[in-house]
């Protein structure tokens, strides 16, 4: 039987992370997957869930099944989170998934259920999961423009390529720290975004997966809330893993609103049958946690002071690094580094330019150019600099200068 499969594609992170496993050099660096490390280079456990742990380590619950929708008190606090109870009171329900990735494939599953001839929008370029997740899904994917030759928001292009979004299209939008470029709409964008949805009719469909690593929580769920309240449908996908360090816990939620209760019984009802059929129930772990911490209000503030001091040093790291290239003569290459949010950056870099950074510098990026500028301990940003700057050629320029002035 195996023998018949063809030769399936690479993962390229996951083949990054791998290759550099081998490497033995010890200046080598690893940019490549999305995960928040430290000063010292650890991915901690949040101080907030490490407290919730303890507490429901001494309450020993039953580890009896939660039901197809998982933990109960879990997608209520996620909903009071992510859309704030203004305007959305009976219109929108929560079923707990196996993280954002699960959520997003849940979501698209009820798409090709409820709108089966529908496109899905995705950005060009696009978290890497997107499109194998909407196609493994049964789903029709074309994409709009998001960045333009200069690496900011294109905003005109986007708009104009969705003019194209037909009624029953879906439009997949990460509401915030866009992976992998890093790049942010303006709030006036989203409000174009939601003129265009109201009056095309397609639904918007939001990845929240680093909300309060940008501007901050508030901040960062400002034009999903906005959306929420304009448009009669939407579909959002909520993970955890990142805001609260909750990795390999899995945690996250799929989110609909709805015109009616009826409506969003209905929708409900077909996540928990599609649930059924992938995996039956999420895991309760890591859900416990996060309903612990949003449940009591010491330790929610705690979580967002952890919170905070992440963003602090991802914002510091992205600074450091556009300063010491603006050193080193590459301050044009820098500059759309510096309006950069969130987790990752795009490096004005070409595939083999990012070869060549992996090859001669050991520093692992992926060749699209993203790098997890929250991945990287502060004193290593230096040498990540010169990297860049030697690949680019300017090490050599700058050079010529220091001698020319000494």
Request: aromatic residues 6%.
């Amino acid at each position: 039987m195996f023998e018949l499969l063809p030769p399936p594609p690479a993962d390229p992170l996951w083949d990054l992370s791998a290759e550099f496993g081998t490497d033995t050099r010890p200046e080598r660096l690893n940019l490549v997957l999305g995960v928040y490390r430290d000063h010292t280079g650890v991915t901690p456990v949040m101080a907030a869930v490490r407290e919730a742990e303890i507490r429901l380590a001494e309450r020993s619950a039953s580890k009896e099944y939660r039901g197809l929708s998982g933990n109960a008190a879990f997608n209520r606090a996620m909903l009071s989170m992510v859309l704030g109870g203004a305007g959305t009171a009976g219109r929108a329900a929560a079923v707990q998934t196996v993280a954002g990735t699960g959520a997003l494939r849940l979501l698209a599953d009820l798409v090709r259920r409820t709108r089966p001839g529908a496109t899905v929008w995705i950005s060009d370029p696009a978290y890497v999961n997107h499109r194998p997740i909407l196609e493994a899904a049964g789903l029709t994917v074309r994409t709009y423009s998001w960045l333009d030759a200069e690496g900011c928001s294109d905003t005109a292009g986007m708009l104009r390529d969705l003019q194209d979004a037909r009624r029953d299209d879906v439009v997949l939008l990460q509401g915030c720290c866009h992976n992998p470029s890093g790049v942010e709409l303006s709030f006036e964008a989203w409000e174009a975004l939601a003129e265009l949805a109201e009056h095309n009719g397609w639904v918007p469909f939001i990845d929240l997966a680093y909300h309060g690593l940008g501007d901050g929580l508030e901040a960062d769920l400002r034009a999903t809330r906005m959306l929420a309240m304009r448009v009669p449908e939407m579909l959002i996908a909520v993970s955890c893993s990142k805001n609260f360090g909750l990795y390999s816990d899995r945690t996250g939620c799929a989110v609909v609103l709805g015109p009616s209760g009826q409506a969003l019984r209905h929708a409900e009802t077909s996540l928990q049958n599609i649930a059924r059929t992938l995996y039956s129930m999420p895991p309760e772990h890591g859900a416990a946690v996060v309903t612990t911490i949003l449940e009591d209000e010491g330790l929610r503030a705690t979580w967002r002071s952890e919170l905070d001091v992440m963003r602090g040093r991802i914002t510091a790291n992205r600074a450091d690094l556009v300063a010491h290239l603006d050193g080193l003569g590459c301050a044009g290459q820098a500059r759309p580094l510096a309006r950069q949010k969130g987790m990752f950056s795009t490096l004005p870099l070409t595939p083999d330019q990012m070869r060549e950074l992996r090859e001669e510098f050991a520093i692992y990026g992926t060749a699209s150019g993203r790098i997890n500028i929250a991945g990287i301990s502060a004193h290593r940003i230096p040498y990540l600099a010169r990297g860049i700057a030697a690949v680019l050629g300017t090490m050599d320029r700058v050079r010529t200068v220091q001698s020319a002035v000494s």
